[in-house]
């Protein structure tokens, strides 16, 4: 098993630029989710998703977008990059019952926005 | 909204001395989850409490969960410099999908 991967590991956006961040996983998780770490800040939760077809907001959701169609993947979309975007952004996924258990988090992706 | 808190926020230690952590939530958490982060890595899960008033035991790691369920806290024995890194507590609300995390607390072991 491959685990969460997480596509690319690094990514440089100027500012009104578009990207998607790509995460996937193999251990048929229901539930996924996005965080970013900021120094001294934590993780913090971006958007989460259930199953397949049902996202939700996080504590920090304005400027992304997700969508969840496949178990495997669950894909984040930046709309239109901003300097206040840089951070390491990581997937996670774990089984769903009831509630979020144990996280397999991805390698992460470092993101700088110019 | 629910927020779970930290502290200390940096703990600096000598090789051999003990180190603890310790996690607040604001409100009744379903369970609470620890997890390390190596430098410059991805966290990784520890462990996992349930019950209220839970203790656990991985090797030199002692876990709590208060009775209230709002409360933990990770206790070290005797640190390593493997264990550097930073120690966070993350837990969902009862009844509640999202996994909110502490700020974490980064442990250095001097040797």
């Known amino acids: 098993n491959a685990g969460v991967t997480q596509t690319p590991k690094f990514q440089v956006l100027k500012t009104g630029q578009s990207m998607t961040l790509q995460c996937a996983q193999d251990m048929n998780h229901e539930y996924m989710s996005w965080y970013r770490q900021d120094p001294g800040m934590g993780l913090r939760l971006i958007h989460y998703s259930v199953g397949a077809g049902i996202t939700d907001q996080g504590e920090v959701p304005n400027g992304y977008n997700v969508s969840r169609s496949t178990t495997e993947d669950f894909p984040l979309r930046l709309l239109s990059a901003a300097p206040s975007q840089t951070s390491v952004y990581f997937c996670?996924?774990?089984?769903?019952?009831?509630?979020?258990?144990?996280?397999?988090f991805g390698p992460g992706t470092r993101l700088t926005v110019t | 909204g629910q927020q779970v808190m930290q502290i200390p926020q940096y703990q600096h230690v000598q090789e051999g001395e003990d180190f603890t952590t310790y996690c607040n939530s604001s409100t009744t958490l379903s369970n609470i989850q620890w997890y390390k982060q190596r430098p410059g890595g991805h966290p990784v899960f520890l462990i996992q409490l349930v019950k209220s008033g839970e203790v656990k035991k991985q090797k030199r790691l002692t876990f709590q969960f208060g009775e209230a369920k709002k409360n933990s806290s990770l206790h070290i024995t005797a640190t390593q410099t493997t264990d550097v890194g930073t120690y966070f507590c993350?837990?969902?609300?009862?009844?509640?999908?999202?996994?909110?995390f502490g700020e974490g607390t980064q442990l250095t072991v001097n040797p």
């Open positions: 993350a837990g969902p609300e009862t009844s509640g999908s999202r996994l909110t």
């Open positions: 996670a996924s774990s089984y769903w019952a009831g509630g979020p258990y144990e996280q397999y």
